[in-house]
């Protein structure tokens, strides 16, 4: 004889629905953005890293002489986006107020984008 139960499994979505329907499109894209843009972050520092060795072994055998401390300079410069001479967390938060404006650009749902954005970075 079956006993009518209910299934486990149906009761188990009904405990995870209010938090699966605050999965939103932004929050994935913003998952998939974050996973993105660590990979493309790794393979730049190896095209840098090699880059460097490269620049500095040609400077060792004296084939180059390299001001590295005029481009780091021009660099920050650059880079700073407070004007204050130092790259800080305030010149990593405009520049992440300013991708984050870029990338949620009329996203319909847009209020998870960060979390999934960080959650990306962090699994790519």
């Not at 009761?11 to 993105?36: E, H, I, R």
């Amino acid at each position: 004889m079956v006993e009518n139960k209910e299934d486990p499994t149906a009761k188990a979505l009904d405990t995870l629905k209010p938090y699966v329907t605050q999965l939103s499109f932004g929050s994935v894209m913003g998952f998939c953005s974050g996973y993105a843009l660590k990979k493309v972050g790794k393979a730049a520092a190896v095209v840098v890293g090699c880059g460097f060795i490269g620049l500095q072994t040609c400077v060792s055998f004296g084939y180059l002489k390299i001001d590295w401390a005029r481009i780091s300079e021009d660099a920050q410069k650059k880079l700073d986006k407070t004007g204050d001479g130092k790259l800080d967390m305030e010149d990593a938060k405009i520049y992440w107020q300013k991708l984050k404006i870029l990338l949620t650009e009329n996203l319909p749902s847009s209020s998870g984008f960060s979390l999934g954005f960080l959650l990306g970075v962090k699994s790519g």
